[in-house]
Structure formats: C-alpha cells, structure tokens
C-alpha cells in the first residue's frame, strides 16, 4: 500500500527508480526511545539498510544545523542496526552541501539523495534538470496566487477563464496568462482540447506551499503581536473567534487546525485580514502589543476575500484549507505533524480529487 504522506510518495518514487534498489516504507515509527514519521527499509543484492525517517520541512541554511544536529541525536537513540533518514521538501545547493560534510543522510522531492552505509552508497543531486530548477525558482509571489486559485478551484476553473482566476488570485489578467504558459513549461499543468490540466496535484501543492513558506507569507505579514500582559494565548482565543465576524478577518493557522480537527490544542493563529480592514482596531480590540516573538500573526488577504474561506462543514470565519495546511507545515514542527495531515486527509484530498478539468 503506497503512502499517505505527499512527501514519502515522492521519495519513494525516486528511491524505486534508481537501478538495484528495493525500497519499503511503513507510515510512523514507535520504540521504547523514539516517536518518528516512517520506517524506511532498503536493499540490494549485497545488504539492507533500516532507516527510521524524520521528516523536516523548510531546511533551510539558517536552520540546517539545528537539523544535522537532531537527525545526530536521533541516530544515538535508535536501535543497533537503525540509522536516522531526514525526508524533507526541496534543499539549495548549499543545504546539500553541509548535509554531505556532516554526514548526514537525507531525501528530498526533488530527488537529492544522500545514502551512505556498507553496500548501499547513493549519492544523486538535482534530478530535475537544471533548467527547470533555474525556472522554478523564477515564481513570484503574484504566480504563487495564481497557482493558489488553481488549487482551491479545480473543478470550477477553466484555464481559458481568465478573468476567473484574476479575480481570486488578486492579479492582472496579464499576470494570469504568463503564470499559466510558466507552469505550463515546468510540467506542473497541462493543455488539452483548448483547456489546462494539473498534471499532478500534489505536485502543485508542494510548490505551492515552498513558495508560500519562502516569498509569498513574507509579502502578506503585517505584523506580530502577543496579548497586553501576562495574558497566555488560552485567554484570549475567544476573543479571537468571537470578534473574527465584526472586525472582518478569517482565523488560520493553529486555532483553525483545532477548530476543524478538535485534535489539537493551540498556542498560535493566524489572522487573515480582508481588504480594507484596519489591523490597529483589531490590535486595539484584542488588546494586542507588536512582538517579533509573538504568537498571533496578522496577514493580508489576496484577491477576492470569499475564495480564502472554508467552504467545508459550514464553519465560520475560518480561512480555507490550503492556508491553513501551509501555515501547519511551514516550520516543521513535529508537534503540527500529525494535526497537518488530518487537514490533509479530511479537506485537501477531497480537494484534489475534484481536479478534473479546468
């Protein structure tokens, strides 16, 4: 049974696809010492390996020691026999690089793949060709809304309607045409009969999601806050669904994983601001103070407010899944792993199942 989880889907294809290789991955990993993502088993006709696989998203070159130096201590806490595997979205050049000097062995989506243990020596770099990659790290944050309305609409979407899809990425018609001939090129969609196909969903997602975690969030932060006082996030999380309504913001991130899930118990949210609203009322309301630290980040919204809302299970002022899922797997947190994917399996795989054509 292949896996649930986009990320060991793909690395697993790769894994499978180098010559004398035989790979079996199990979901979630349970020991005495150690709570992991997956188990990975791998052989040839001279060995096999047991990797216990931990999946860390966004490793970037301000967090790959913090990284090398966990995946390390995991490795001291498995079993004899065991060795620690980092399975993780798309890593630069650079994060490669200091990966290999600390021997560290990983896998990413883009088939960069480092394996180093007696009869099983792998080392792949950028499977993607280069000029895919080249033009791949072309996407704005402007082709980034695009591609968001690509993915939060693919059975009401037509490639050819492009005033559709201006309206809810919040971007010219221009900028529609160019984004859709770029993600053409890249293989991430496909024409047909007079019309564009997502190619691969997942895919997309992926792309999507790194792009948010790296460009587009950036661009749409207003700003950090925490409560005036001793307030802990507990006291204060009414207050935030109640006034979500009146002050005209939908709640992401952590507080809207909890409110669809009841899974988890949260210490952040996100607020997502529509057009014209005014985030020092809001601050003022919720009696919140700027904190780079803080736990309540305010963002604007893009394109047509009504397009970033939940449409699922008739919830209010809750912010459409995708955000949240991104919000959820941007830090990598391994305690938003497990919330991330019931996101994933309850919303977004309905989702995606709906990608006819567009």
């Not at 989880?5 to 894994?15: R, S």
Request: aromatic content about 8%; proline content about 4%; some cysteine.
């Amino acid at each position: 049974m292949p896996p649930k989880n986009p990320l060991f889907q793909k690395c697993l294809a790769y894994l499978e696809s180098l010559p004398n290789i035989k790979a079996t991955l199990g979901e979630s990993y349970f020991s005495s010492e150690v709570l992991a993502d997956g188990e990975l088993t791998i052989s040839n006709s001279h060995n096999t390996v047991n990797y216990v696989c931990e999946i860390k998203t966004g490793v970037t070159n301000d967090v790959v020691e913090q990284v090398a130096d966990y995946l390390t201590h995991l490795g001291g806490r498995l079993k004899p026999g065991q060795k620690p595997l980092l399975v993780t979205r798309s890593l630069s050049n650079l994060v490669v690089d200091q990966l290999l000097e600390r021997n560290i062995e990983f896998i990413d989506v883009d088939g960069n793949i480092y394996l180093n243990s007696p009869g099983i020596y792998v080392v792949v770099r950028n499977q993607t060709s280069k000029d895919s990659k080249n033009k791949s790290l072309e996407i704005t944050s402007t082709a980034l809304q695009v591609m968001y309305a690509l993915l939060s609409q693919p059975n009401t979407l037509k490639g050819d309607d492009i005033e559709q899809i201006s309206y809810i990425s919040g971007v010219s018609t221009k900028t529609v045409k160019s984004t859709l001939k770029k993600l053409h090129e890249l293989d991430y969609i496909t024409y047909k009969h007079g019309r564009y196909e997502i190619i691969d969903y997942v895919k997309l997602l992926e792309r999507w999601e790194l792009g948010y975690s790296e460009t587009l969030r950036s661009k749409l932060l207003i700003g950090t806050f925490s409560p005036i006082g001793k307030r802990n996030f507990s006291e204060i999380e009414d207050d935030l669904k109640k006034y979500a309504d009146q002050y005209g913001y939908l709640i992401g991130g952590e507080l809207a994983a909890s409110i669809l899930t009841e899974y988890l118990r949260p210490i952040s949210a996100i607020l997502h601001l529509g057009e014209n609203v005014d985030y020092r009322q809001i601050a003022v309301k919720l009696k919140l103070k700027p904190d780079p630290e803080g736990s309540i980040a305010l963002l604007e919204s893009f394109g047509h407010d009504k397009y970033d809302q939940n449409e699922f299970g008739g919830l209010k002022n809750i912010v459409h899944p995708l955000l949240i899922h991104a919000e959820l797997v941007r830090t990598g947190n391994s305690r938003l792993k497990e919330t991330a994917q019931l996101i994933y399996d309850r919303y977004i795989d309905e989702i995606a199942q709906k990608n006819d054509w567009f």
